[in-house]
């Protein structure tokens, strides 16, 4: 039943998006920190597969915006290298490359002087004259966050930003450091455009399995009755790396895992498990759902901090047989840093639903294994008829949605061994992705991008989501802040975190559920 009610929302929804795709208006996608990173690793090569499956508008211009000297072949040049490394499918050949970069356009665009943002207005104008039309224009910037406002300003100046129905910005997390500074980034965002035109990134929200999270929820009728306080003992999350802060030392000292990975990606995790049925599959509809359980986390005050969040440092250790150096030793991080690189909290959800079922969520770097995956640990039976010698190794049953790099979902549940006498055994009913679909999935930017063309909000943070997202955390942030950890580094590179970890959910008795990859 999972597998082909799953089957018939992901076609329809597939044959909606090909629709709305085939329809979809000429397109001017200008592309701000075009030699950066981002644009290498993730934007140009998800919008190059989105070509190759004619999933780009028919009419579309890649504008490439950057403040260093170079061209159009130049830059095609470098991109062409980052789609052979980061595409899912691989080095593309050179006559699909060549297609590709016929439609790519530099501009050197300073943006710290308004005459680059008019230089700007001519080539988007002139090109729409050349279509005859006007375009729909993204604004897209892969740039650090410092130039978010600027560019925002920027844009209004030129008078880039006022077409409501035409124009989009988007923008990568972080969206500020703190609350304070979320808000005088969005306030500026929002001056300048309306709600509707600003699309804020969170990867996490365009991967196949995190949207499979609510078509299994809402797409199935046995979900939903168990679904709450009275079957559910406690909900899991983790998303556990084994890389380390790689080159980003200088990004990460300022952020640590709580901002770089619970601020967003956990918590939008967290409210898909918890929201409440939409009333339609629609961005509004979904994204005030999930702000009403944002709305409902149970908030952490100063003096609780410790009982509700732990977090770590990871020094050294092996991981896959190598001896990795302390997050300390790292380029870019100072040697008595007191950054974490894990961070785990316990959440309450105080409404109907779930008052009183804890939320786990934890993170890491230089983790055991990567792992992200949701556990929804089920109450224990209220009687047991079996005696207990039957089922010596009893385990309560569980739904574990994996989000990567298994991709499905796993139901553990008590089954009888085979034969005489009577055992009771823990077993693994499984859906797996690759099984049962036979097509790829596309990366998640290839979704995000698809979506921010066709103006679908529907996996985009919402500026309330965000500002509830920051309040929840603020008052363990600046706990932090203030009172350096006394134990850094407390986690080996290559476990599974620090002690205080573990002690968050055992002081309810409960126990992290080793994710069911390590259990290979
Ligand atoms: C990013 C964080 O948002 O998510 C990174 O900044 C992290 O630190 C990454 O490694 C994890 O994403 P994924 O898709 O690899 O789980």
Known sequence: ?????????????????????????????????????????????????????????????????????????????????????????????????????????????????????????????????????????????????????????????????????????????????????????????????????????????????????????????????????????????????????????????HAGALRDMVQNHLLQLLCLVAMEPPVAYDADDIRDKKVDVLHSLRPISRDTVDMFAARGQYAEGWIHGTNLPQYRDEPGVAPRSNTETYAALKLYVDNWRWQDVPFYLRTGKRMTADVTEISIRFRDVPHRAFPASVGLNAQPTRLVIQINPEQGIVLKFMAKEPGNPLRLSPVDMRFRYKDAFQAEAPAAYETLLRDIMIGDATLFMRSDQVEAAWKLLMPVLDVWAENPATDFPNYAAGSWGPESGDMLVARDSNSWLTPTLANK
């Open 1 to 253: 039943m999972l597998n082909c009610n799953s089957q018939n929302i992901l076609r329809a929804n597939l044959e909606k998006q090909m629709k709305l795709m085939a329809n979809a208006a000429d397109t001017l996608f200008i592309l701000f920190g075009a030699s950066g990173d981002l644009s290498w690793r993730l934007v140009v090569p998800a919008l190059f597969n989105l070509y190759l499956e004619g999933h780009l508008p028919q009419r579309f211009q890649l504008l490439a915006v950057d403040r260093l000297d170079s061209s159009d072949s130049e830059i095609a040049g470098h991109l062409q290298k980052g789609a052979a490394g980061n595409s899912r499918r691989g080095v593309p050949t050179p006559d699909d490359w060549n297609a590709f970069a016929g439609m790519i356009r530099y501009i050197k665009v300073d943006v710290t002087d308004a005459d680059g943002f008019n230089t700007l207005a001519k080539v988007l104008d002139a090109q729409d004259a050349q279509w005859g039309g006007k375009s729909d224009r993204v604004f897209y910037l892969a740039t650090p966050p410092a130039l978010f406002r600027p560019i925002a300003i920027g844009l209004g100046a030129a008078n880039l930003a006022q077409d409501r129905a035409h124009v989009r910005l988007v923008v990568e997390k972080p969206l500020g450091n703190d609350l304070e500074s979320f808000h005088e980034i969005n306030d500026e965002l929002c001056r300048i455009f309306e709600e509707r035109q600003l699309f804020r990134i969170d990867h996490y929200l365009g991967k196949e399995t995190v949207q499979n999270i609510l078509a299994m929820r809402f797409a199935n009728s046995i979900f939903e009755p168990i679904w709450n306080r009275s079957y559910v003992d406690h909900v899991a999350i983790t998303a556990s790396e084994t890389l380390g802060v790689e080159k980003r030392g200088g990004y990460y000292e």
